[in-house]
């Protein structure tokens, strides 16, 4: 079992800035694909960053990138999602997920654990 615990999240205003962490415990943290998925309301979960189990590797949906960027430090059993220049449309519950076999990296049920999510609200 992994335990995934997100904090970090609140309320902003648009061009702001916000950095939401994930602190995993349990299994063997550092052999886990980790991603960042997030869920605006009425709408489905979808990928927003992942970061491969070295750190050596990094991907970003198209909405996201060049603003958000997706680091792991292994030491610490911890990933984060550094959010910059936060957009209206940002508003989402932000979800962490991770995965120990996974091909795909964009796909949700790739994953094997998701923590409980944690709310990003941008003002316009």
């Known amino acids: 079992q992994v335990q995934l615990v997100e904090s970090g999240g609140g309320l902003v205003q648009a061009g702001d800035s916000l950095r939401l962490s994930c602190a995993a415990s349990?299994?063997?943290?550092?052999?886990?694909?980790m991603g960042w998925f997030r869920q605006a309301p009425g709408k489905e979960r979808e990928f927003a960053a992942a970061?491969?189990?070295?750190?050596?590797?990094?991907d970003y949906a198209d909405s996201v990138q060049g603003r958000f960027t997706i680091s792991r430090d292994k030491s610490k059993g911890t990933i984060y999602l550094q959010m910059n220049s936060l957009k209206p449309e940002d508003t989402a519950v932000y979800y962490c997920?991770?995965?120990?076999?996974?091909?795909?990296?964009?796909?949700?049920?790739?994953?094997?654990?998701w923590g409980q999510g944690a709310q990003v609200t941008v003002s316009s």
């Open positions: 349990g299994r063997t943290f550092t052999r886990y694909t």
């Open positions: 997920a991770a995965g120990y076999r996974v091909y795909q990296i964009r796909r949700r049920d790739e994953y094997d654990y």
């Open positions: 970061v491969s189990w070295s750190g050596g590797s990094t």
